[in-house]
Structures are given as structure tokens and as C-alpha cells.
């Protein structure tokens, strides 16, 4: 009888069962078609091929990694997809003509960390000399 929180031995050996090698295999030709599909930009693909990647070897960290990534990516591409959803005249990608509104968000001053009083004249009295 399994204890209060504890999952019962049956789904215990599910869970940690270790991958046979054609599982393995499979994994790694997902995991290779997964790669290839990312590369090319059609992260939706890349998705589902990590996806199946992870259902056939759960232990694989390199599944997760690239899951993790194309699944990111492929919420970045919907939401530019999504006019509704960025300001207009803006654009996530950098290919193509730029955006003005991207040129000046670069030209902006980077934030510097607050300094303590003491540093401050420190600073001013390095930049007389």
C-alpha cells in the first residue's frame, strides 16, 4: 500500500523506467529532424518533432532544451503573426527595411546602476584630469 503522497509502485515503475535503445533512436531522430525543422524557421514542426522526442525518451535533456526553445520561438512568431497585437508600424524581425521606432530606442542612454554618493566624486574627479 503506497503512502499518503506517494504514487503508487505501478506508476513509480512507469515514470522511472529507463528507455529501451530503439526508443533512444527514435529520440535522436526527432530530436535531428526537430533541429533541421528549426533551422529553417518552421518552428511548429520543430515543436511537435521535440515533442516526440520527449514522449519517447523523457530522461533526454536535449529534448527538453529544444522544446523549450522552438516553443518560445513559435509563440514569438503567432504573436507577430498577430496584427492586433504589436503597435503599428512595428516589427519584431530584424530583416528588411528598419523600423524608425527600433532606431530610436537604440540610440537611448543604457542604465547605469545607482552609485553611492562617495563613488559619484570619484568619477567627477578622474574625468578633470
Not at 20 to 27: G, I, L
Not at 78 to 102: F, I, M, W
Not at 103 to 125: I, S, Y
Request: aromatic share 8%; net charge negative; proline share 5%.
Amino acid at each position: 500500500m503506497a503512502a499518503a503522497g506517494t504514487p503508487s509502485s505501478e506508476a513509480a515503475g512507469i515514470e522511472r523506467s529507463e528507455p529501451t535503445e530503439p526508443e533512444r533512436q527514435y529520440c535522436a531522430g526527432m530530436i535531428r529532424f526537430g533541429r533541421e525543422a528549426f533551422q529553417r524557421g518552421r518552428y511548429q514542426d520543430a515543436k511537435q518533432f521535440f515533442r516526440q522526442a520527449i514522449e519517447a525518451d523523457r530522461t533526454n535533456s536535449k529534448a527538453w532544451l529544444y522544446y523549450d526553445r522552438s516553443v518560445i520561438f513559435a509563440l514569438a512568431e503567432k504573436v507577430e503573426q498577430g496584427s492586433g497585437l504589436l503597435a503599428p508600424g512595428r516589427s519584431l524581425t530584424t530583416s528588411g527595411a528598419t523600423v524608425p521606432d527600433l532606431q530610436v530606442e537604440q540610440t537611448a542612454a543604457p542604465l547605469m546602476p545607482l552609485a553611492e554618493e562617495g563613488e559619484e566624486e570619484e568619477v567627477e574627479e578622474e574625468e578633470g584630469c
